[in-house]
Every structure is written in C-alpha cells, then in structure tokens.
C-alpha cells in the first residue's frame, strides 16, 4: 500500500506558476506510473499529467507548453511545475501512483485569480 500528501497548492495571479508535490510513503517495491489529476467544481476529474518508472511523459492537451511532470525515484516524489497558469486551471489537484495497485492522495487545491 502507498500513502502519497500532495503539497504546494494556494493562490496565484494568472500567469504566475506554483510546484506541486506529491511524496510516497509505504511498503512497496517500486512505483510504474504517477500522475496528476484535477477536478473543477462541476466538472469531472480528469488526468493533466503522468509519467512512468522509465520518464516517458504525457500531458492533457490544455497544459502541454506550461505544465512539466517529472519524478525523483530516490525520494519517491513526484513533482508537477506549472507555469503560466490560468483561471481554467482552478481545481483540486490529485496525485496517483499504480504499484500495480492504485492510489490516490487527498487533493491539493490551486486557484488561479484572475
């Protein structure tokens, strides 16, 4: 089982950038694929970014240019960089990790002012 706390969330101006966290804890012996999801009010939860145990990544189109995801597997950490954020990006931002089972963290929250 993998316990995974996203960190980094708050408020920013549009076009400001913020770097999300998402570090794993638990008893496993390797993570394959960690991703970001986010859901907006209203909306349904869908993936922005992932990336698998070889650091092959892939984006939703609405963030490729201005979101990076990348992994440090010593530390068991997943990072998401958003640059350029706008309004739409507003959500709740979760984390997965698949050991081949899955989990989820509890969810960070960004908001975008406009």
């Known amino acids: 089982q993998v316990q995974l706390v996203e960190s980094g969330g708050g408020l920013v101006q549009a076009g400001g950038s913020l770097r999300l966290s998402c570090a794993a804890s638990?008893?496993?012996?390797?993570?394959?694929?960690m991703a970001w999801y986010r859901q907006a009010p209203g909306k349904q939860r869908e993936l922005v970014a992932s990336i698998t145990s070889g650091g092959s990544t892939n984006y939703a189109d609405s963030v490729k240019g201005r979101f990076t995801i990348s992994r440090d597997n010593a530390r068991n950490t997943v990072y998401l960089q958003m640059n350029s954020l706008k309004p739409e990006d507003t959500a709740v931002y979760y984390c997965?990790?698949?050991?081949?089972?899955?989990?989820w963290g509890q969810g960070t929250q960004v908001t975008v002012s406009s």
């Open positions: 997965k990790a698949t050991t081949p089972f899955v989990s």
């Open positions: 638990g008893r496993f012996f390797s993570i394959n694929d």
